[in-house]
């Protein structure tokens, strides 16, 4: 666990020799200090976790004023019907991140260090050693932005995905584990990025290698509109314009050689936030991947939370995925064998005071028209499996 050590440390310690502090213990303004941070949008965050509004800061001078935030976190859960290879029980570091960004100027930059997992619905548990060295490395974002005006911006560099309604880090999340169409989406990706907004629209496209392929064949969109502060709806769409055989980790053959489409809706009134989703993805026939028929899944989800105080929230999601075919016709397996479908539901209290979290994630996923031995437990022909996470940690 070196790689989740020595990032924290180097940070630690450089805290403790420098003249930085905390943005609520700075002297008067008319010192020569920092300014206050602008609005903090990388990492997104979704409800009900907040992170730190008063980050340590570090002035650098000429390259500008530096902001270090990150999480510490660990989990621990009991599943039922486990897969050959998974546990019944685990404990182990869920985030273990320095971030590291600047957010005024042209020139901006943006570095995420540390280890992480992913822990997903329906599939095994890949602990965060395991999950560092098997996708994105001890650095899994990091880019430069430039900045000519407010309304236009350009990264370059390893990127979060602009699909989906779920992001890729358990802290940046409202449940610990990610869904059943997170499982079909790209996470990270390098390449370039362009970013426009005026008044309502923003508009962001990216040209990156997918499913971390390195093979610079994927395009992505964006189109986002706030109605007002409470109704937004957007639109996402992406592919890859090539075929490509590129397999690792990270990257899958048939996801990466796909076309993706997502409508996502968020609607906040009180203490409610919603967040309905619909997903389309199209996998092409191609003798390059080796499938002689195309295939498809479809699903949608419903993401919510109710914050009962500024302290404590429950979160919830439903969702539902279908893939096409059937297992002769030859297409390809895109979920639990051609053709079959799965539900999930999940349901995630929380509790957050100041910098301290701690949540359970209650979740059951529900597997229809498996493919023999594609499902859970020791044959994998179980249909169901149950999970009891908790996870617990800091941002700071």
Known sequence: MKQLVLPIAMVLAAAGSTTAALADDQPPADAATPPAPAAMTTPAMSYPLTANPKPVSFDFGPLGTAYVTGAVSALAFSQSDAVPGDR????????GQVIVQTTDGVFQYFVQAGGYSFPTLGTPYLTASRTVDATYGVVPQAFIKLVPNANLSFQIGKLP?????????????????????????????????????????????????????????????????????????????????????????????????????????THTDGPWTLQPYVQYTRVPKS??????????????????NYAFDPQFSLAGRVEYIG???????????????????????????TWQIQRFFARVDLSYVKVNSAAPGAAFGDNGAKTSQGRIMAEAGILF
């Open 88 to 95: 019944t029980t685990r404990a182990d570091v869920s985030n």
């Open 323 to 349: 893939s096409s075919g059937n297992a002769s016709d030859g297409a390809p397996n895109l979920l639990y064998g051609p053709g079959s479908k799965a539900w999930s539901l999940t349901l995630t209290p």
């Open 161 to 265: 995905t602009l699909i989906g309604a779920e992001y890729t880090f358990t802290f940046e999340n409202t449940n610990i584990e990610r869904g059943l169409l997170w499982n079909q989406e790209n996470a990270v990706n390098r390449g370039v990025q362009g970013n426009y907004s005026d008044g309502p629209l923003a508009i962001s496209v990216a040209w990156t290698d997918g499913f971390y392929s390195n093979r610079y064949s994927w395009g992505t969109a964006s189109l986002a509109y706030t109605f007002d502060p409470a109704n937004i709806l957007s639109f996402v769409a992406g592919g890859n314009f090539d075929k490509t055989t590129q397999v690792t980790s990270a990257t899958p053959l048939l996801q990466n050689n796909e076309e993706i489409f997502n409508i996502i809706y």
């Open 287 to 304: 003798s390059d991947s080796g499938t002689t028929r195309s295939a498809s899944t479809y699903g949608a989800a419903l993401l919510g």
